[in-house]
């Protein structure tokens, strides 16, 4: 007989009432009915043995039977104990009606069980019988006068996932709405139409919880975050407010840096960051920021000097911290600190960028095989990973002087993973770099396909038909979609202002490459402006451009191109 048999003839055995008598066989003689009933020992033994069971056919597999077993005991010994097993194992097969069933009798049997109560709300949430919770939620409430004020803080949290945000809003109007001489309450009414997308009603209740408590630094931010969805100066007039009134509301003042950062207000953040820094010096919370807008603003000094204290602190991403040094050190001329410290960087967003870096100074220590070497160990999880390393790689190579391999390292990766928008546009300009148009007008299209609206993209396609002189009209098109993305983007600017110098418009040509310039002082942009102003026979004017530019990069080969055509 198999195990699934014998548990389903044992839960028949189980079936009648647990005190009845066993009936009397079919044609039998009468026999005396015993007036004898199970003692505490026969009771226990029975639910016991039932127990073993349902938990048993629970093991096996047997949901359904593990699930009944379960409710029946619930059932015959009215015990809160094995009800809240049966209602736990019914809400866990999602049997979530009969799960309510089994809480309400646990309700009749002890009425004042606070876990009862918050299980049949969880059950009614489960199940999104979200009106039924109310008088749940209320009676709980009530319960627990201690720990009011809280509860009422978190009646949002608990409802997060629920789908229906009005619903959520007027459950919790219901319930909150007795409090309403405690600013929590508000708090919660506020909450929820502000997750209900209710503004006015949201501002009403926040403004109300500030009035019960004018200092209140979580309901001022939990406004102010409502307010930055429609606008940021308001959120930023409201929060800059709330600061000046409470100078010592640290989150506070720290959101309110954040957002002036996010618009570019460097300067007006940096007043309140060096306020929370001489207030809270040892916060990494707070140094970390003060570190990356110091180095936004170019004061690597005091930009160095927080990531070091970062070093020293309890904060935990260590590795963000090294990489940021590691960029300093290599911009100071230090590529033995900057190694150092990249090699450090084990995880993160940074740690394949960090290991791109460490291999090119090696690269520029003559080391090029151990730069391959570091970039072959390095663990690439993801195809993201995977290719921003053949990416590295690539790089590599060409700067070695071994641009053939390197586009071939880009061609297998794109093998691998042929949708990967940053190897179709790596390998697509490697492949004009090793004289195949052709190839990189190919794997351009396909980026477009892929990600129509990506700038890069369409410059590079535009710029390269402009270079060749070949579809102007075309590249024009393209290289303004490119424009329109990104107005204020000099190279793209650049290419603009060619395409119109291979179309003949001069004057179109000089204004648009001026622009950029002016933005971006780029060894290529001096090299189009130059010889716009040599073909419109302002000599000097080109010879200064050039010559300038020249001295600052003397390196670069489109420029050197340029002034060995138009310079004595």
């Known amino acids: 007989m198999s195990k699934k048999l014998i548990l ?8 009648g009432p647990l005190h009845a008598a066993d009936p009397a066989p079919a044609k039998k003689p009468p026999r005396k009915q015993s ?4 003692g505490p020992e026969d009771l226990l033994a029975r639910t016991v043995f039932q127990s073993i069971l349902a938990d048993l056919a629970l093991q096996r597999g047997d949901t359904e039977l593990g699930v009944s077993a379960w409710a029946d005991l619930a059932r015959r010994t009215r015990d809160p104990a094995v009800i809240a097993r049966a209602t736990e194992v019914a809400a866990g097969a999602r049997h979530y009606d009969l799960a309510l069933e089994l809480t309400r009798l646990w309700l009749q049997v002890d009425p004042e069980s606070t876990q ?5 709300s969880s059950l009614l949430l489960l199940s999104n019988r979200i009106d039924d919770l109310a008088p749940q939620l209320a009676k709980l409430l009530e319960q627990d006068k201690a720990g009011l004020p809280n509860n009422l803080m978190h009646l949002n949290r608990m409802l997060s996932r629920h789908p229906d945000k009005k619903a959520v809003q007027r459950l919790i109007d219901r319930v909150a709405a007795p409090y309403a001489e405690m600013p929590e309450a508000h708090f919660a009414m506020g909450l929820a139409a502000a997750n209900a997308d209710d503004p006015m009603r949201a501002q009403s209740e926040f403004q109300k919880a500030l009035q019960l408590r004018p200092d209140w630094e979580a309901a001022a931010l939990a406004w102010a975050q409502f307010q930055a969805r429609q606008s940021n100066a308001t959120a930023l007039e409201s929060l800059s407010e709330f600061v000046a009134a409470n100078p010592d509301a640290r989150d506070a003042r720290l959101t309110l840096a954040r957002l002036l950062i996010s618009e570019r207000r460097y300067d007006e953040a940096r007043v309140h960051f060096d306020r929370l820094l001489k207030d809270h010096p040892d916060n990494p919370e707070v140094i ?5 807008l110091a180095l936004q603003q170019g004061d690597t000094v005091t930009g160095r000097a927080q990531l070091e204290r970062l070093l020293k602190s309890d904060f935990p991403d260590k590795s963000t911290v090294h990489f940021f040094l590691g960029q300093l050190d290599e911009e100071q001329k230090k590529p033995e600190a900057a ?5 450090q960087v084990t995880a993160g967003d940074q740690y394949i960028a960090a290991r791109a870096r460490a291999a090119q100074i090696l690269l520029q ?3 090029p095989e151990e730069a391959r070497e570091l970039l072959h160990a390095t663990r690439g999880g993801s195809p993201a990973e995977q290719a921003q390393l053949a990416i590295a790689e690539a790089q590599l190579l060409r700067e070695a002087g071994r641009g053939e391999q390197g586009y071939a390292v880009l061609e297998a990766a794109l093998a691998k993973y042929p949708d990967n928008p940053e190897l179709l546009y790596e390998t697509a300009l490697t492949a004009e770099r ?6 990189m007008e190919m794997h351009l299209r396909r ?9 890069h993209a369409l410059n590079a396609l535009g710029y390269s038909l402009a270079d060749r002189n070949i579809r102007l009209a075309e590249a024009q098109d393209l290289i303004a979609r490119a424009l329109k993305l990104a107005p204020d983007d000099p190279f793209i600017m650049d290419s603009m202002g060619w395409v119109l110098f291979r179309q003949g418009k001069l004057p179109e040509a000089l204004k648009t490459l001026e622009t950029a310039y002016g933005i971006k002082a780029d060894p290529e942009i001096a090299a189009h402006l130059g010889e716009v102003l040599w073909t419109m026979g302002r000599k000097d004017e080109a010879a200064r451009v050039l010559s300038e530019a020249v001295r600052k990069f003397p390196d670069n080969e489109v420029l050197a191109g340029a002034a060995k055509k138009f310079l004595p």
């Open 288 to 292: 970390y920021p003060v570190a990356m």
């Open 365 to 367: 220590q003559g080391k």
């Open 447 to 455: 980026l477009l396909a892929l990600k129509p609206e990506h700038a």
């Open 8 to 15: 389903a003839t044992l839960a028949l055995a189980l079936a």
């Open 434 to 439: 090793q004289g195949k148009p052709e190839v």
């Open 116 to 120: 009862a109560r918050q299980t049949e």
């Open 339 to 343: 190694l150092a410290h990249f090699r």
């Open 35 to 38: 007036t004898a009933t199970y």
